[in-house]
């Protein structure tokens, strides 16, 4: 899913693009992407790019008269940008809208229809969109420590829930946490102070750095490999791969159709934290700790 450091980036090539102009044409070719049904999505033909912002996860157009056209990429939307001149080659999208200077398409791989389009009538209704969740880049240790600690709940969860901190996902929580050297266990109550503080800098670090990556590596074309799994992340999508840091082997704890990545030795005292699936069908053979993880795999076995 496309998190903070990704959309700021789409915003911004999106802002070069189509602020100001003329929304000349909208095409919903996907049945299930359009998500409201008044104001027509028609209405805003005509009408011109006022603002853009970013509210979350989710990528907003305002155009004039007060209309806000809202993109959820979730998992597996995409936006895509192809200039007046160029032949469009791309997978089947999933809406269409054309401006003087080209045409903006969202596709979404895969058969899972979660990507949405919202079009809202009034700056009230689209606020009611809004988690509400701590903008950590804006944020001061203060407002973060009472926000991360106001409910019980394991570092993982807090950072990914959109109602306590906003534009965090799979991905850069995984980067925050090993940067910060906690479990993705651990409980948000339970933290001191100066883990909370380590947390802070961890976070606004890690956004900040990945934003201007991404920026470097947009400068004068439209964000087209969009991703979660790029290469220079520390764990995410590294499982089995060695630690930047300490050289151990990345684990990973599998939920769903998401999966958490750390290092045992950087973040959880060299212990390996249980995977539902795995435990249950290891029982008593499932390693504990990283010398137990080593000892099971087969080169250490051939050399025993």
């Known amino acids: 899913m496309p998190e903070l450091p990704d959309i ?12 100001g102009q003329r929304l000349e044409h909208i095409v919903v070719l996907s049945p299930f992407v359009l998500r409201t049904a008044l104001p027509p999505i028609e209405s805003i033909e005509g009408r011109s790019v006022a ?7 989710r990528i907003v157009l305002g155009f004039d008269g007060d209309l806000w056209l809202v993109f959820h990429l979730m998992v597996a939307g995409r936006l895509h940008w192809y200039p007046r001149s160029a032949r469009t080659r791309q997978r089947a999208p999933l809406i269409r809208l054309e401006f003087p200077a080209g045409t903006l398409t969202m596709t979404e791989a895969g058969t899972k229809r979660r990507a ?4 809202i009538s009034g700056v009230s209704e689209l606020e009611r969109m809004d988690p509400r969740g701590l903008e950590v880049l804006n944020s001061t240790l203060a407002a973060f420590r009472e926000r991360i600690t106001q409910e019980n709940h394991t570092l993982k969860r807090a950072l990914t829930d959109p109602h306590f901190l906003s534009g965090i996902g799979n991905a850069y929580s995984d980067e925050i946490l090993h940067r910060a050297r906690l479990s ?9 102070p100066e883990e909370i503080a380590r947390l802070h800098d961890s976070a606004r670090a890690t956004l900040l750095e990945w934003r ?13 490999g969009v991703t979660a799994f790029r290469e220079g992340m520390a764990v995410h999508g590294r499982y089995g791969q060695p630690c930047p840091n ?3 082997p990345i684990q990973r704890i599998r939920y769903a159709d998401n999966e958490t990545n750390y290092c045992p030795r950087c973040q959880t005292e060299g212990r390996v934290l249980a995977d539902r699936a795995l435990s249950r069908l290891l029982k008593e053979d499932w390693p504990r700790t990283i010398e137990e993880l080593e000892r099971l795999r087969p080169s250490a076995r051939r050399g025993s």
Do not use: M, N, W
Request: with cysteine; proline share 4%; net charge positive.
């Open 8 to 19: 700021d980036v789409y915003i911004e090539a999106l802002t070069e693009r189509v602020l």
């Open 51 to 57: 603002s853009l912002r970013r509210i979350g996860k």
């Open 116 to 119: 949405s389009v919202h079009l």
């Open 184 to 192: 993705p266990l651990a409980l948000t109550q339970r933290l001191t």
């Open 212 to 224: 201007d990556r991404l920026r470097r590596e947009a400068e004068g074309v439209f964000p087209e």
């Open 246 to 248: 300490c050289g151990a």
